[in-house]
């Protein structure tokens, strides 16, 4: 064996020991180009809005860091549109993504910790109540008065969680899809909307 196939052999045996972030199954992007989707449901506020009314809106998701352990994603709903004279405000939500989590970055400036987290070598510590996703099995947290179930079944892992006073939040990922539901209210139907992803693929 001359010392070119040695040499070539024992490179091939370095790189297949180094850890490789299998991409998170639910929330991941082949590149940082946006990727948007329509979403579809109703929206209410016992202020401004008698019942549920139909309510749309565009969402946008921008991978904005890649990792050799995960990735970020800046995840944002535009063209929010509906019949209610006081238009309804959705910040954007930015999600850590590794190979069996999906984290949501909930700091004061996002932007900059998104910068500070992207270059780390590996995953910041974070909280059991910042876990928004998961890809195999069940996971449960209480926090306070919030119960929070996540489970995986099929296809779709779904993130509930429930307030003692009504309050509510639920999100579904869809694997090899993404984000495909994202419900969000306030206890006795005070105020709180329901969006479902419309069927099709998302578009740049």
């Known amino acids: 064996m001359n010392c070119h196939v040695r040499l070539l052999i024992a490179s091939i045996v ?7 972030f299998a991409a998170n199954p639910f929330l991941d992007a082949k590149d940082d180009k946006p990727v948007s989707a329509n979403f579809r ?8 809005i008698n019942g549920e009314i139909p309510f749309t809106a565009r969402m946008v998701m921008t991978r904005i860091a890649n990792m050799p352990w995960g990735a970020i994603f800046k995840i ?3 063209d929010l549109k509906s019949r209610a004279k006081q238009k309804r405000e959705m910040q954007p ?4 993504a590794t190979d069996d989590r999906i984290i949501l970055l909930n700091e004061e400036n996002n932007d900059e910790a998104a910068k500070k987290i992207a270059a780390m070598d590996k995953p910041p510590a974070f ?4 876990i928004y996703g998961i890809t195999t099995g069940r996971f449960t947290h209480q926090e306070g008065n919030w119960e929070t179930t996540i489970s995986v079944k099929g296809d779709l ?3 509930d969680s429930v307030h003692s006073s009504g309050h509510f939040k639920r999100i579904a990922w869809k694997k090899g899809v993404g984000l495909v539901q994202y419900d969000s ?3 006795a139907m005070r105020d709180g909307y329901r969006l479902k992803r419309v069927s099709g693929k998302g578009k740049s």
């Open 14 to 20: 370095i790189l297949s020991v180094e850890p490789v």
């Open 41 to 48: 449901g109703t929206e209410w506020n016992d202020e401004y």
């Open 76 to 78: 944002e709903f535009v």
């Open 93 to 96: 939500d930015y999600f850590i």
């Open 127 to 130: 909280e059991e109540n910042d």
């Open 157 to 159: 892992c779904v993130y």
């Open 185 to 187: 209210g306030y206890g």
